[in-house]
């Protein structure tokens, strides 16, 4: 039992991900900001899952060239179910473009760079695997003595 604990109190000490939700529709045709400008303002890193939210459309991940191209006919990844998580596995960049035709040219396309997971907590409080060590050298000497 107490190696589950040890396991579990490690794994949960350099697991760090956050989810980021996203209404994925066209722009309206006087916005002032784009997909581009909020995915901007965020910092991706691995492991991080955009949820897509949309009606009566689709999300593509394509290559650059489909990016700038508005191009949907080899997308990397696809899904037209209406709420659609993504977890980005690598640093770098993605892109992503709406699948209904007219949509991407519109507007409805994004570019979010992701950075090698870096997070780190700021919490005082001392690292679980510090504490494992010190529940386990604890529970040696106990034992010894």
């Not at 190696?3 to 996203?22: A, G, H, N, R």
């Not at 492991?47 to 459309?57: L, N």
Request: net charge positive.
């Amino acid at each position: 039992m107490f190696f589950w604990l040890v396991t579990f109190l490690m794994i949960s000490d350099s697991v760090s991900s956050l989810e980021y939700k996203l209404h994925w529709e066209v722009p309206p045709a006087n916005a002032s900001t784009t997909f581009n400008d909020w995915a901007s303002n965020k910092r991706f890193q691995v492991g991080d899952i955009i949820r897509f939210k949309y009606k009566k459309d689709s999300v593509m991940q394509v290559t650059m060239e489909g990016y700038k191209q508005c191009n949907s006919s080899h997308p990397r990844f696809y899904s037209n179910t209406g709420k659609t998580g993504f977890m980005f596995d690598h640093s770098v960049p993605y892109y992503f473009i709406s699948g209904t035709s007219g949509h991407c040219e519109k507007g409805q396309k994004m570019i979010i760079e992701v950075i090698s997971n870096d997070r780190t907590t700021t919490s005082s409080a001392p690292p679980a695997t510090m504490v494992v060590w010190f529940c386990f050298f604890s529970f040696t000497l106990y034992l010894v003595a």
